[in-house]
Protein backbone atom coordinates (compact mmCIF):
# COMPACT_ATOMS: atom_id res chain seq x y z
CA UNK A 1 0.00 0.00 0.00
CA UNK A 2 1.00 3.57 -0.83
CA UNK A 3 1.80 5.31 2.78
CA UNK A 4 0.78 8.93 4.02
CA UNK A 5 4.46 10.14 3.10
CA UNK A 6 4.49 8.69 -0.31
CA UNK A 7 1.10 9.69 -1.24
CA UNK A 8 2.26 13.10 -0.71
CA UNK A 9 5.67 12.92 -2.17
CA UNK A 10 3.55 11.88 -5.20
CA UNK A 11 1.34 14.19 -5.52
CA UNK A 12 3.91 16.90 -5.10
CA UNK A 13 5.88 15.62 -7.49
CA UNK A 14 3.14 15.89 -9.94
CA UNK A 15 1.41 18.93 -8.71
CA UNK A 16 3.10 22.06 -8.36
CA UNK A 17 -0.10 25.01 -7.81
CA UNK A 18 -0.13 25.68 -4.02
CA UNK A 19 -4.64 25.88 -4.51
CA UNK A 20 -4.21 22.11 -6.16
CA UNK A 21 -1.77 21.37 -3.73
CA UNK A 22 -4.88 21.86 -1.10
CA UNK A 23 -7.24 20.72 -2.52
CA UNK A 24 -5.58 17.71 -2.98
CA UNK A 25 -4.39 17.59 0.48
CA UNK A 26 -7.43 18.30 2.12
CA UNK A 27 -9.44 15.54 0.43
CA UNK A 28 -7.18 13.07 1.50
CA UNK A 29 -7.41 13.88 4.95
CA UNK A 30 -11.09 13.88 4.65
CA UNK A 31 -11.20 10.97 3.07
CA UNK A 32 -9.06 9.31 6.03
CA UNK A 33 -11.22 10.65 8.60
CA UNK A 34 -13.89 9.05 6.84
CA UNK A 35 -11.76 5.98 6.57
CA UNK A 36 -10.92 6.08 10.25
CA UNK A 37 -15.06 6.49 10.95
CA UNK A 38 -16.11 3.71 8.99
CA UNK A 39 -13.42 1.25 9.63
CA UNK A 40 -11.80 1.23 6.54
CA UNK A 41 -7.80 1.18 5.48
CA UNK A 42 -6.99 5.07 5.88
CA UNK A 43 -3.94 4.86 4.32
CA UNK A 44 -5.89 3.34 1.19
CA UNK A 45 -8.43 6.48 1.38
CA UNK A 46 -5.92 9.43 2.31
CA UNK A 47 -3.54 8.22 -0.99
CA UNK A 48 -6.64 7.98 -2.80
CA UNK A 49 -8.24 11.29 -1.69
CA UNK A 50 -4.39 13.00 -2.18
CA UNK A 51 -3.53 11.44 -5.40
CA UNK A 52 -7.21 12.00 -7.22
CA UNK A 53 -6.21 15.24 -8.85
CA UNK A 54 -2.33 14.67 -9.06
CA UNK A 55 -2.47 14.49 -13.09
CA UNK A 56 -4.67 17.36 -13.75
CA UNK A 57 -2.17 20.06 -13.50
CA UNK A 58 0.44 18.55 -15.97
CA UNK A 59 -2.34 16.50 -18.18
CA UNK A 60 -5.53 17.94 -18.02
CA UNK A 61 -6.81 16.98 -21.30
CA UNK A 62 -5.96 13.19 -19.80
CA UNK A 63 -7.15 13.77 -16.43
CA UNK A 64 -7.58 11.13 -14.52
CA UNK A 65 -5.84 8.46 -16.82
CA UNK A 66 -2.17 9.70 -16.46
CA UNK A 67 -2.55 8.81 -12.28
CA UNK A 68 -4.87 5.95 -13.13
CA UNK A 69 -2.73 4.54 -15.61
CA UNK A 70 0.01 4.49 -12.99
CA UNK A 71 -1.79 3.06 -10.06
CA UNK A 72 -3.03 -0.01 -12.39
CA UNK A 73 0.83 -0.69 -12.98
CA UNK A 74 1.56 -0.59 -9.62
CA UNK A 75 -1.09 -3.19 -8.29
CA UNK A 76 -3.29 -0.55 -7.08
CA UNK A 77 -6.76 -1.29 -8.89
CA UNK A 78 -8.94 -0.12 -6.19
CA UNK A 79 -7.76 3.29 -5.43
CA UNK A 80 -7.51 3.44 -9.48
CA UNK A 81 -10.59 2.48 -10.27
CA UNK A 82 -12.18 5.31 -7.44
CA UNK A 83 -9.99 7.99 -8.88
CA UNK A 84 -11.27 6.82 -12.37
CA UNK A 85 -15.04 7.42 -11.40
CA UNK A 86 -14.71 10.67 -9.80
CA UNK A 87 -16.85 12.88 -11.93
CA UNK A 88 -20.43 10.99 -12.95
CA UNK A 89 -19.67 12.06 -16.86
CA UNK A 90 -16.94 9.82 -16.75
CA UNK A 91 -19.88 6.68 -16.81
CA UNK A 92 -17.42 4.16 -14.49
CA UNK A 93 -19.77 2.54 -12.26
CA UNK A 94 -19.70 2.94 -8.30
CA UNK A 95 -18.55 -0.12 -6.86
CA UNK A 96 -16.92 0.42 -3.76
CA UNK A 97 -17.49 2.77 -0.74
CA UNK A 98 -14.31 4.35 -2.23
CA UNK A 99 -15.65 4.97 -5.26
CA UNK A 100 -18.72 6.65 -3.37
CA UNK A 101 -16.56 8.47 -0.69
CA UNK A 102 -14.13 10.16 -2.80
CA UNK A 103 -17.23 11.33 -4.91
CA UNK A 104 -18.86 12.42 -2.00
CA UNK A 105 -15.80 14.41 -0.78
CA UNK A 106 -13.69 15.60 -3.66
CA UNK A 107 -16.18 19.02 -4.61
CA UNK A 108 -17.80 19.39 -1.37
CA UNK A 109 -14.27 19.69 0.26
CA UNK A 110 -13.19 22.25 -2.19
CA UNK A 111 -16.46 24.20 -1.31
CA UNK A 112 -16.00 23.92 1.96
CA UNK A 113 -12.37 25.68 1.27
CA UNK A 114 -13.25 28.34 -0.87
CA UNK A 115 -16.20 29.10 1.68
CA UNK A 116 -13.28 29.30 4.79
CA UNK A 117 -11.12 31.74 2.48
CA UNK A 118 -13.57 34.53 2.49
CA UNK A 119 -14.10 34.72 6.20
CA UNK A 120 -11.95 36.40 8.43
CA UNK A 121 -12.24 34.13 11.37
CA UNK A 122 -11.77 31.06 8.02
CA UNK A 123 -13.20 27.61 9.57
CA UNK A 124 -13.14 29.07 13.26
CA UNK A 125 -17.06 29.19 13.88
CA UNK A 126 -18.22 27.75 10.64
CA UNK A 127 -21.30 26.15 10.40
CA UNK A 128 -23.13 23.69 7.85
CA UNK A 129 -25.86 26.09 7.47
CA UNK A 130 -23.56 29.21 6.20
CA UNK A 131 -21.97 26.84 4.14
CA UNK A 132 -25.33 25.45 2.30
CA UNK A 133 -26.47 29.39 1.97
CA UNK A 134 -22.84 29.78 -0.20
CA UNK A 135 -24.04 26.62 -1.61
CA UNK A 136 -27.33 28.03 -2.84
CA UNK A 137 -25.77 30.61 -4.88
CA UNK A 138 -24.60 29.29 -8.24
CA UNK A 139 -22.64 32.37 -8.76
CA UNK A 140 -20.14 31.79 -5.47
CA UNK A 141 -17.63 28.99 -6.06
CA UNK A 142 -19.08 28.60 -10.03
CA UNK A 143 -16.47 25.89 -10.50
CA UNK A 144 -17.83 23.31 -8.38
CA UNK A 145 -20.63 21.47 -9.77
CA UNK A 146 -23.40 21.26 -7.22
CA UNK A 147 -25.01 18.15 -9.32
CA UNK A 148 -21.46 15.96 -8.56
CA UNK A 149 -21.91 17.02 -4.97
CA UNK A 150 -25.25 16.31 -4.80
CA UNK A 151 -24.79 12.93 -6.37
CA UNK A 152 -21.75 12.04 -4.41
CA UNK A 153 -23.62 12.61 -1.02
CA UNK A 154 -26.64 10.77 -2.09
CA UNK A 155 -24.34 7.65 -3.09
CA UNK A 156 -22.40 8.11 -0.32
CA UNK A 157 -25.46 7.87 1.47
CA UNK A 158 -24.54 10.93 4.12
CA UNK A 159 -27.05 13.04 5.01
CA UNK A 160 -25.75 16.71 3.75
CA UNK A 161 -25.91 18.70 6.59
CA UNK A 162 -23.55 16.03 8.47
CA UNK A 163 -21.18 15.92 5.82
CA UNK A 164 -20.24 19.12 5.77
CA UNK A 165 -19.79 19.71 8.87
CA UNK A 166 -17.42 16.43 9.41
CA UNK A 167 -15.27 17.95 6.50
CA UNK A 168 -15.80 21.38 8.60
CA UNK A 169 -14.16 19.30 11.42
CA UNK A 170 -11.31 17.97 9.75
CA UNK A 171 -9.88 20.80 7.94
CA UNK A 172 -10.15 22.51 11.10
CA UNK A 173 -8.14 19.83 12.89
CA UNK A 174 -5.77 20.52 9.96
CA UNK A 175 -6.14 24.14 9.76
CA UNK A 176 -2.28 25.22 10.39
CA UNK A 177 -0.87 22.35 8.47
CA UNK A 178 -3.56 23.81 5.44
CA UNK A 179 -3.06 27.41 6.10
CA UNK A 180 -6.66 27.68 6.75
CA UNK A 181 -6.40 29.63 10.26
Request: glycine share 4%.
Amino acid sequence: MINKQEAIHRMEAMVENPSLRRHCLTVGLVMEAYAKKLGEDPEEWFATGILHDADYEKFPDQHPHVIVKELREEGYEKMAHAISAHHTSWGVPYETRLDKALMACDEMTGFVVAASLIRPSKLEGMKAKSVKKKFKNPKFAAGVERDQVMAGVEMFEVDFTEHINFIIDVLYAHRVELDLN
